[in-house]
């Protein structure tokens, strides 16, 4: 079974909204400050999508661990 590109974007917005939950919970739990940890959070939200493109565009230039797949060859027709 294989996931629509919908899919894979919507469980990736709603991934980053819970590690952006987090983030925020943690510097609530840690300062006690409400508005910090909004600005923290938003922030990472934002910072944290950058990177990763950043990221995924650094790894498309690395050739390490990927294969080729062969394409099959058409059969030529004789007659």
């Given at each position: ?61 690395i050739g390490w661990g990927r294969t080729v797949r062969a394409t099959p060859v058409p059969e030529r027709a004789t007659g």
């Open positions: 079974m294989t996931e629509t590109h919908i899919r894979s974007v919507v469980k990736g917005v709603s991934w980053r909204i819970v590690g952006t939950l987090d983030t925020m919970l943690l510097v609530f739990l840690f300062s006690g400050n409400v508005s910090l940890a909004a600005i923290v959070g938003s922030t990472e939200a934002i910072t944290k999508v950058i990177l990763f493109w950043a990221h995924e565009r650094a790894w498309q230039r």
